[in-house]
T-cell receptor, first 112, second 117 residues
């Protein structure tokens, strides 16, 4: 069935380091792809999204490009801050359905 | 500002108890969802509803039921709580009734951490 696979965490970085969190998805249908972020003690909130191949989603310095050829949607940020410490979830939603399928989540710790 | 409110942040129940988790959204959204979140497993869909009194099973519906009597409220019911239902439960909503609207985002509540002893 449909699935999303993320790199395992936790990921620990120093402030101003470059961040990549890998995400791949099963290549069925024409999904929209999302990154959600969960800060401590809160629910998830949408970080960015892309709806078709080669689209780039971006928000708050984070970017991800919908790569159909590699079925990937990797999250990147050029310079992380302590306030970026959170759990990041990659997700997909198919045409013709209501279900959003999430990856396992990747916890990011950023040290000052 | 949009809001999805879950009635309890923390809940402790005993095995065999009937448990109600309540969720209310103030955005007039059509769709509501219940997920559980477990370390290493991410979010798994339990049930969802795309209209009042309508419900569909998600990926892990066993041991759960739901109720949606009013558009703004979606309840998750554990008929007889068991220890393997100890988890973080997240409610979410989304606006669009159109199944083709794939780019629509979910709005989440803050979650209910349920412990079943």
């Amino acid at each position: 069935g449909d699935s999303v696979t993320q790199m395992e965490g936790p990921v620990t970085l120093s402030e101003e380091a470059f961040l990549t969190i890998n995400c791949t998805y099963t290549a069925t249908g024409y999904p929209s792809l999302f990154w959600y972020v969960q800060y401590p003690g809160e629910g998830l909130q949408l970080l960015l999204k892309a709806t078709k191949a080669d689209d780039k989603g971006s928000n708050k310095g984070f970017e991800a490009t919908y790569r159909k050829e590699t079925t990937s949607f990797h999250l990147e940020k050029g310079s992380v801050q302590v306030s970026d410490s959170a759990v990041y979830f990659c997700a997909r939603r198919n045409t013709g359905g209501f279900k959003t399928i999430f990856g396992a989540g990747t916890r990011l710790f950023v040290k000052a | 500002d949009v809001k999805v409110t879950q009635s309890s942040r923390y809940l402790v129940k005993r095995t065999g108890e009937k448990v109600f988790l309540e969720c209310v959204q103030d955005m007039d959204h059509e769709n509501m969802f219940w997920y559980r979140q477990d370390p290493g497993l991410g979010l798994r869909l339990i049930y969802f509803s795309y209209d009042v009194k309508m419900k569909e099973k998600g990926d892990i519906p066993e041991g759960y039921s739901v109720s949606r009597e009013k558009k703004e409220r979606f309840s998750l019911i554990l008929e007889s709580a068991s220890t393997n239902q100890t988890s973080m439960y997240l409610c979410a909503s989304s606006q669009n009734r159109d199944r083709g609207a794939t780019n629509e985002k979910l709005f989440f509540g803050s979650g209910t951490q349920l412990s079943v002893l």
